[in-house]
């Protein structure tokens, strides 16, 4: 794909100084609808992205999704001289993201009040486990933790079993699409009055809402929310069901509508006079009932059969997909959620497409993550100004990349 900056951010710079993985993903949404982004990575050791996940040929193939969009600069901020080159590039910039510990910056003589001086109307946003203040503050943080902290391990699991963490960065990927909405914010603030402000983002507060309203259930009712694997405290039939072939679908009946037509189709419209029947909640309190009607029916037809049924009967239904079955889908190819893009050193790869779909500005990917401090002389050497010999100097001293 070309590099055209286009988009509803074009012509935004945004400077990427974090790492694994909320802050680099507000960064990929940025860059994927116009921004222009420059990952700032340490000059040797590099982002620890790059080492995270599965390679091919040796190339990261999670960082060539995580980083796409963005050029990449190798530097180092604990060398004053490194320091002083983020500052410049700074006052360039309308958005820096970060997710030092607290203090970091202010240490290096890049905190906000120093960035401003020179930029009034930049945008900090600063991603940290557990906030900028507060007695946990100083603590190291992955999503792991406020995972369990949040409620959400808790709430996932078999009843009789222990806590469930998810398989994937669940916290930290709600973090950064809450950060992309949060600069956005800060932005339209900025059309207004010019000035920029610091965001403030924890990786706690975005999957706390997230988990739902457990919060206000302990403080007005005083009960803690249970788990219940695959059913649900609000509706039922909902679970996964395995089909006669060995595959598995999902059902949700939220609607009153669809548990009625879910039952109707299993060759139980007998249930849907029962007085319980009437709500969400009180279906769910015969589940087990639902779910034997529903499960012997799905357990006696193949996957294709099923979904064929649910979709003829107007009710919702969803196959359990591995991720190679999730490419072939149609609704999938239809949208292009999963996009092709041409990568230099792999040729074309597969990754999924950008958030939304915007009329007017769509998001695009213009190229995948690239190799550590690959723009470093053209950003710093023909935009910034340094010279041949400064570059080699800084390099020398392990400042640059």
Same mark, same amino acid.
């Given at each position: 794909?070309?590099?055209?900056?286009?988009?509803?951010?074009?012509?935004?710079?945004?400077?990427? *100084?974090? %790492?694994?993985?909320?802050?680099?993903?507000? /960064?990929?949404?940025?860059?994927?609808?116009?921004?222009?982004?420059?990952?700032?990575? =340490?000059?040797?050791?590099?982002? #620890?992205?790059?080492? =995270?996940?599965?390679?091919?040929?040796?190339?990261?193939?999670?960082?060539? &999704?995580?980083?796409?969009?963005?050029?990449?600069? +190798?530097?180092?901020?604990?060398?004053? *001289?490194?320091?002083?080159?983020?500052?410049?590039?700074?006052?360039?910039?309308?958005?820096?993201?970060?997710?030092?510990?607290?203090?970091?910056?202010?240490?290096?003589?890049?905190?906000?009040?120093?960035?401003?001086?020179?930029?009034?109307?930049?945008?900090?946003?600063? $991603? %940290?486990?557990?906030?900028?203040?507060?007695?946990?503050?100083?603590?190291?943080?992955?999503?792991?933790? $406020?995972?369990?902290?949040?409620?959400?391990? =808790?709430?996932?699991?078999?009843?009789?079993?222990?806590?469930?963490?998810?398989?994937?960065?669940?916290?930290?990927?709600?973090?950064? &699409?809450?950060?992309? /909405? /949060?600069?956005?914010?800060?932005?339209?603030?900025?059309?207004?009055?010019?000035?920029?402000?610091?965001?403030?983002?924890?990786?706690?507060?975005?999957?706390?809402? /997230? $988990?739902?309203? #457990?919060?206000?259930?302990?403080?007005?009712?005083?009960?803690?929310?249970?788990?219940?694997?695959?059913?649900?405290?609000?509706? *039922?039939?909902?679970?996964?069901?395995?089909?006669?072939?060995?595959?598995?679908?999902?059902? @949700?009946?939220?609607?009153? @509508?669809?548990?009625?037509?879910?039952?109707?189709?299993? +060759? =139980?419209?007998?249930?849907?006079?029962?007085?319980?029947?009437?709500?969400?909640?009180?279906?769910?309190?015969?589940?087990?009932?639902?779910?034997?009607?529903?499960?012997?029916?799905?357990?006696? !037809?193949?996957?294709?059969?099923?979904?064929?049924?649910?979709?003829?009967? #107007?009710?919702?239904?969803?196959?359990?997909? !591995?991720?190679?079955?999730?490419?072939?889908?149609?609704?999938?190819?239809?949208?292009?959620?999963?996009?092709?893009?041409?990568?230099?050193?792999?040729?074309?790869?597969?990754?999924?497409?950008?958030?939304?779909?915007?009329?007017?500005?769509?998001?695009?990917?213009?190229?995948?993550?690239?190799?550590?401090?690959?723009? %470093?002389?053209?950003?710093?050497?023909?935009?910034?100004?340094? @010279?041949?010999?400064?570059?080699?100097?800084?390099?020398?001293?392990?400042?640059? #990349?």
């Amino acid at each position: 794909m070309s590099e055209g900056n286009d988009g509803p951010l074009a012509g935004l710079r945004v400077l990427d *100084a974090s %790492t694994i993985l909320a802050g680099p993903l507000v /960064a990929q949404v940025l860059g994927d609808f116009g921004a222009e982004v420059i990952k700032i990575e =340490h000059p040797t050791r590099g982002d #620890g992205m790059r080492g =995270h996940g599965l390679a091919r040929d040796d190339q990261p193939l999670w960082w060539k &999704m995580i980083a796409r969009n963005k050029r990449t600069v +190798g530097l180092y901020l604990g060398d004053p *001289a490194g320091a002083e080159i983020f500052r410049r590039l700074a006052a360039t910039a309308d958005v820096v993201i970060e997710n030092f510990r607290p203090g970091t910056l202010e240490r290096w003589g890049l905190g906000y009040e120093a960035l401003c001086a020179d930029n009034p109307g930049l945008i900090l946003l600063r $991603v %940290t486990g557990f906030g900028q203040s507060g007695p946990y503050a100083a603590r190291p943080a992955f999503g792991t933790l $406020v995972e369990a902290m949040s409620g959400f391990a =808790h709430l996932t699991g078999e009843p009789d079993g222990p806590p469930t963490l998810p398989a994937f960065g669940l916290a930290d990927s709600i973090a950064g &699409m809450a950060g992309a /909405a /949060a600069v956005s914010m800060a932005l339209f603030q900025r059309e207004k009055d010019g000035r920029g402000q610091e965001i403030d983002l924890d990786l706690l507060t975005p999957i706390m809402t /997230a $988990v739902g309203p #457990g919060v206000i259930y302990a403080d007005q009712l005083g009960i803690d929310q249970q788990r219940t694997g695959n059913r649900s405290a609000n509706n *039922a039939p909902r679970n996964t069901y395995r089909t006669a072939d060995g595959h598995w679908v999902a059902i @949700s009946t939220s609607a009153d @509508s669809i548990a009625r037509r879910v039952l109707t189709l299993v +060759g =139980h419209p007998e249930v849907i006079d029962e007085p319980w029947f009437a709500t969400g909640r009180q279906r769910a309190q015969h589940a087990e009932l639902l779910d034997g009607y529903v499960g012997d029916w799905i357990g006696a !037809r193949d996957r294709a059969e099923v979904l064929r049924a649910f979709e003829e009967a #107007g009710a919702a239904v969803g196959p359990v997909y !591995r991720p190679s079955e999730l490419l072939d889908d149609p609704q999938v190819r239809a949208l292009d959620l999963v996009t092709t893009v041409d990568d230099p050193d792999l040729g074309p790869i597969r990754m999924q497409n950008t958030l939304w779909r915007m009329s007017r500005t769509p998001g695009r990917i213009r190229f995948t993550g690239r190799a550590p401090g690959a723009d %470093t002389d053209a950003v710093l050497g023909d935009e910034l100004g340094l @010279s041949a010999a400064e570059l080699a100097e800084l390099r020398d001293r392990g400042v640059l #990349g």
